[in-house]
Each structure stands twice: as C-alpha cells, then as structure tokens.
C-alpha cells in the first residue's frame, strides 16, 4: 500500500506575552501531552527542544497538541527568526523526527477528604480556563490545593508573561473561589 503524503504546514501566531511566539500545525505533533523546556539543561526528553535550543536565539520551549510556543531572547526581533523557526519545524516535524519521550507521571492523584473539591476544581481548570490559555500557546496544570489554597504551574507563553498575574488573581481566583465556597486563593508555583 503507497503511504500518502499529506501536506504539513505550519504558521506563527502572536500570544499575549511579547517575549513568546506559538508556531501551530495543521496535524497534531504531541496528542494528549505536553512538555515545557524553560532551559537548555531541561531538554533531554525532547529531542525536538534540544535542537531548537541550538538556535542562539531560543530562551524556551513549550510543545503541546498542534503547536510550539517559543521563548525569545532579549534583543531578537520576530520578524528575523520566523522563517527560520518555521523552516526548522516543518523540516524536523515532516521528517518524522521524535518530539519527545514518555516520562514517567509523578503528580499527585489522592488529596484524601479534599478528592470532591479537587475533582470541581479540576472540571473548571478544564472547562473555562484551559482552553483559554491553550489558544495563547500555554498552559495551566493542576498541582495542589492545601488548605484552602489552589497551586497551578503556568506553562508556555504564560510562563512570564506580563499579563498572567492579573489572569490568574482576577480571572482564575475569582472564578474558583466564586464557584467553590472551600477555595480561599489560587497561586502559581514557583511564583
């Protein structure tokens, strides 16, 4: 039987947090997973950021789904590193090169007494707020709630991005502690 080659494409797209630029496929590349490369030592379970951290002007890597959110560095323009990075990631993703290997989960699944509330915490992360933040080449992920506080890992373009603070104090905060009476605060880890 003859493979049929599809056409793979691959456009940049602006998010909310200047220093980041998502670069998006028209196939899924890493289905029901992500990866966040914040540095180069982070790489060794991607071989696909290890390569883009070769270029000198890569501060971070984020691959979820259909896309890639890539960090700047300072002083760099996007209009000089597009084509490039759209260029290498066709070529690596159309050559069918490895995007990442499977790590093995370490998150924390039993909160005892506090199973319910977490379960309602993690439907809402899901439904309002993950979608949100995946459109602007991040993500929100879960870690802990303790207390009566909520602890989320912000990935991707929110990782540093300007805005995060007042989405995750107004937007995220607001909305859990309005929906469920048991959280008192949300916070990043990290932060």
């Known amino acids: 039987m003859n493979e049929v080659n599809e056409f793979l494409d691959v456009y940049s797209e602006s998010t909310p947090n200047p220093e ?8 899924m590349i890493l289905p029901d997973d992500s990866a966040d490369f914040p540095t180069k030592g982070s790489t060794d379970m991607s071989p696909l950021a290890k390569n883009l951290f070769e270029f000198s002007f890569v501060n971070g890597v984020f691959i ?11 002083g760099i323009e996007w209009e000089e590193i597009i084509p490039i990075t759209k260029e290498f990631l066709k070529s690596y993703v159309s050559a069918r090169e490895p995007i ?3 790590a093995a989960s370490t998150a924390k699944t039993d909160f005892g007494a506090d199973n319910d509330i977490v379960s309602k915490i993690q439907e809402i992360l899901d439904t309002y707020v993950k979608p949100a933040v995946e459109t ?13 506080i909520v602890t989320v890992e912000l990935r991707g373009s929110c990782s540093g991005c300007p805005s995060s603070t007042i989405t995750l104090k107004r937007g995220i905060e607001g909305m859990l502690t309005r929906m469920i009476p048991e959280v008192k605060e949300v916070v990043a880890q990290g932060a």
Do not use: A, L, W
């Not at 630029?21 to 028209?26: D, G, L, Q």
């Not at 979820?64 to 300072?74: A, D, G, Q, S």
């Open 20 to 27: 980041t630029m998502k670069f998006v496929f028209n196939k």
């Open 64 to 74: 979820m789904n259909n896309f890639v959110t890539i960090t700047r560095k300072e």
């Open 100 to 102: 990442i290997y499977k």
């Open 136 to 148: 602007d080449g991040g993500q929100i992920v879960f870690k802990d709630f303790e207390n009566g």
